[in-house]
């Protein structure tokens, strides 16, 4: 059993960015894909991106591609999501989600265990 627990969110105007962890417990999930997904109000949940378990492939949605950067630090069992030059748009319930180990899914149904989650809102 896997524990994720998203920390970072906040508020932040339009333009700023703000760096997201998830930190897991129970074990290790330096085996694990991991994934990070985003829900707002009305919407079905939205992957952002994902990363291998050893770190060596990394996927983006096209909605975020170049502005988000996932990372993970096995020896702390820690994901990381940075996000730049955010926008109204991304104010939304950020997840991170741990899946299987040798595939990264694009879909909430690929994984296996999630955070309770934490807010972004991004102000005009």
């Known amino acids: 059993q896997v524990q994720l627990v998203e920390s970072g969110g906040g508020l932040v105007q339009a333009g700023g960015s703000l760096r997201l962890s998830c930190a897991a417990s129970?074990?290790?999930?330096?085996?694990?894909?991991m994934g990070w997904f985003r829900q707002a109000p009305g919407k079905d949940r939205e992957f952002l991106g994902g990363?291998?378990?050893?770190?060596?492939?990394?996927y983006y949605a096209d909605s975020v591609k170049g502005r988000f950067t996932i990372s993970r630090d096995n020896a702390k069992n820690t994901v990381y999501l940075q996000m730049n030059s955010l926008n109204p748009e991304d104010t939304a319930v950020y997840y991170c989600?741990?899946?299987?180990?040798?595939?990264?899914?694009?879909?909430?149904?690929?994984?296996?265990?999630w955070g309770q989650g934490t807010q972004v809102t991004v102000s005009s």
């Open positions: 989600a741990a899946g299987p180990r040798f595939h990264v899914g694009n879909s909430p149904g690929e994984y296996n265990y």
């Open positions: 990363i291998s378990w050893s770190g060596g492939s990394i």
């Open positions: 129970g074990r290790t999930i330096s085996t694990l894909s």
